[in-house]
């Protein structure tokens, strides 16, 4: 008893820690449920908060697990999560099973439920919501004195909402184009077989910014592979506007990646022998309805270097007419990988700047970046670890790329 009271006030201590040094509250409420979720070694967590603009309906803040819980809400008394909010009455599953309560878990259904917990979030002033805890990572179920941790830890990370500053509505997703479920590719070499991506379940939306941020080898390039219609996976199902694509033939995807996706790649792939304007219209030439060349150039601020070489251009204008060629097909979705990987920081700052007017204009971008900073533009982080969606965060408050600083 002695040594989990000690574990007791450690935990309780590495929450304080976190919330008390974040600079934001966003910053703030995501440091402190990791800090639980990594000392109570929890599978999945998530941050659920009352939307006031719609009789609260809580939805997702922030979450850590496999799940994308983007699109996913629940009304005020409904299942364990509205439940809780509604009574302020923490619930707890220490050995669930489906047949309990399958309302409960409904946003998991990807995953096993075995244990959860669902405690209160509120502030000194106010109801925000629930913190909701599934599974032990070692496949236990969680314990009492865990479950009186996860509250007392709840209680703590509402106390970094200042009276005068609230939980801002989230960003409302456009219509789902693009759906992943049970993701996998695994490469072979010899008889030694690599699985790089081990069940992605994500949705894509129209028009939003979407960032693939994780160390070197955690799948994220593999993963915009797919989406790209460059590789097909494993198992699993990928499908576009409601059409599968996950066992699609060569012709069907080179039609799905002419017809649909724009590329933008760290390092330019520009023909060196053509200029500026040839290099767009050469891939104009093979879509039905393209952009006019002249007009992508001019929108990325390289009107006046149409006939400008590659080698004639710097990093940064190379890869800014690597823009104006994704654009001239008028996709609908442009994938971004490391585009600033190359380029010093005020390039970099100059081509997100023309990153944030194309997604202005309602076109879909998905980037995979390296670059913590960079995520502070897009609408969705998705961290990846070891092959699998690791955490999930929703920008309320998106950077101009003016304002990153790196």
Same mark, same amino acid.
């Given at each position: 008893?002695?040594?989990?009271?000690?574990?007791?006030?450690?935990?309780?201590?590495?929450?304080?820690?976190?919330?008390?040094?974040?600079?934001?509250?966003?910053?703030?409420?995501?440091?402190?449920?990791?800090?639980?979720?990594?000392?109570?070694?929890?599978?999945?967590?998530?941050?659920?908060?009352?939307?006031?603009?719609?009789?609260?309906?809580?939805?997702?803040?922030?979450?850590?697990?496999?799940?994308?819980?983007?699109?996913?809400?629940?009304?005020?008394?409904?299942?364990?999560?509205?439940?809780?909010?509604?009574?302020?009455?923490?619930?707890?599953?220490?050995?669930?099973?489906?047949?309990?309560?399958?309302?409960?878990?409904?946003?998991?259904?990807?995953?096993?439920?075995?244990?959860?917990?669902?405690?209160?979030?509120?502030?000194?002033?106010?109801?925000?919501?629930?913190?909701?805890?599934?599974?032990?990572?070692?496949?236990?179920?969680?314990?009492?004195?865990?479950?009186?941790?996860?509250?007392?830890?709840?209680?703590?990370?509402?106390?970094?909402?200042?009276?005068?500053?609230?939980?801002?509505?989230?960003?409302?997703?456009?219509?789902?184009?693009?759906?992943?479920?049970?993701?996998?590719?695994?490469?072979?070499?010899?008889?030694?077989?690599?699985?790089?991506?081990?069940?992605?379940?994500?949705?894509?939306?129209?028009?939003?910014?979407?960032?693939?941020?994780?160390?070197?080898?955690?799948?994220?390039?593999?993963?915009?592979?797919?989406?790209?219609?460059?590789?097909?996976?494993?198992?699993?199902?990928?499908?576009?506007?409601?059409?599968?694509?996950?066992?699609?033939?060569?012709?069907?995807?080179?039609?799905?990646?002419?017809?649909?996706?724009?590329?933008?790649?760290?390092?330019?792939?520009?023909?060196?022998?053509?200029?500026?304007?040839?290099?767009?219209?050469?891939?104009?030439?093979?879509?039905?309805?393209?952009?006019?060349?002249?007009?992508?150039?001019?929108?990325?601020?390289?009107?006046?270097?149409?006939?400008?070489?590659?080698?004639?251009?710097?990093?940064?204008?190379?890869?800014?007419?690597?823009?104006?060629?994704?654009?001239?097909?008028?996709?609908?979705?442009?994938?971004?990988?490391?585009?600033?990987?190359?380029?010093?920081?005020?390039?970099?700052?100059?081509?997100?700047?023309?990153?944030?007017? !194309?997604?202005?204009? &309602?076109?879909?971008?998905?980037? $995979? /970046?390296? +670059?913590?900073?960079?995520?502070?533009? =897009? #609408?969705? %982080? !998705?961290?990846?670890? &070891?092959?699998?969606?690791?955490? $999930? /965060?929703? +920008?309320?408050?998106?950077?101009?790329? =003016? #304002?990153? %600083?790196?």
């Amino acid at each position: 008893m002695g040594g989990l009271l000690l574990s007791s006030y450690r935990t309780i201590s590495e929450v304080q820690t976190a919330v008390s040094s974040a600079e934001t509250l966003d910053d703030a409420l995501r440091d402190g449920l990791k800090a639980i979720v990594d000392n109570c070694h929890a599978e999945s967590a998530a941050i659920w908060y009352a939307d006031r603009s719609a009789d609260n309906v809580l939805r997702p803040y922030y979450w850590i697990g496999s799940s994308d819980l983007t699109s996913c809400s629940h009304a005020s008394g409904s299942g364990s999560v509205g439940r809780v909010f509604e009574s302020q009455q923490a619930e707890r599953w220490l050995t669930f099973t489906e047949d309990d309560d399958p309302e409960t878990v409904r946003d998991f259904s990807d995953v096993h439920v075995s244990s959860m917990v669902c405690v209160p979030f509120s502030s000194l002033y106010e109801t925000l919501g629930c913190i909701q805890f599934v599974n032990k990572a070692d496949g236990s179920g969680f314990t009492e004195e865990e479950a009186d941790i996860c509250e007392i830890l709840a209680l703590l990370a509402a106390i970094a909402i200042d009276e005068n500053e609230a939980i801002q509505p989230a960003w409302t997703p456009g219509n789902t184009i693009m759906e992943l479920r049970g993701i996998t590719r695994e490469f072979q070499n010899g008889d030694q077989v690599t699985q790089v991506l081990k069940g992605i379940n994500l949705d894509v939306y129209e028009g939003e910014f979407l960032v693939l941020l994780g160390e070197s080898g955690c799948g994220k390039s593999t993963l915009l592979n797919i989406i790209g219609g460059m590789d097909l996976p494993t198992s699993g199902s990928f499908k576009y506007l409601g059409t599968e694509f996950a066992h699609a033939s060569h012709e069907q995807l080179t039609d799905f990646r002419r017809d649909n996706i724009g590329f933008i790649f760290q390092s330019y792939n520009l023909m060196p022998n053509l200029n500026a304007l040839q290099n767009l219209k050469l891939i104009g030439e093979l879509v039905c309805d393209p952009m006019e060349a002249e007009g992508a150039l001019d929108a990325v601020g390289l009107g006046e270097r149409m006939g400008s070489y590659p080698s004639q251009l710097s990093g940064g204008q190379q890869q800014r007419v690597s823009i104006a060629r994704a654009l001239v097909k008028n996709p609908k979705v442009i994938l971004a990988d490391e585009p600033t990987a190359a380029l010093d920081y005020a390039t970099s700052i100059e081509v997100l700047s023309v990153l944030e007017e !194309v997604v202005d204009s &309602g076109t879909t971008l998905i980037m $995979v /970046t390296h +670059n913590e900073e960079i995520t502070r533009m =897009a #609408d969705r %982080v !998705v961290r990846m670890r &070891g092959g699998k969606m690791h955490e $999930v /965060t929703i +920008n309320r408050h998106p950077a101009k790329a =003016a #304002d990153l %600083v790196w």
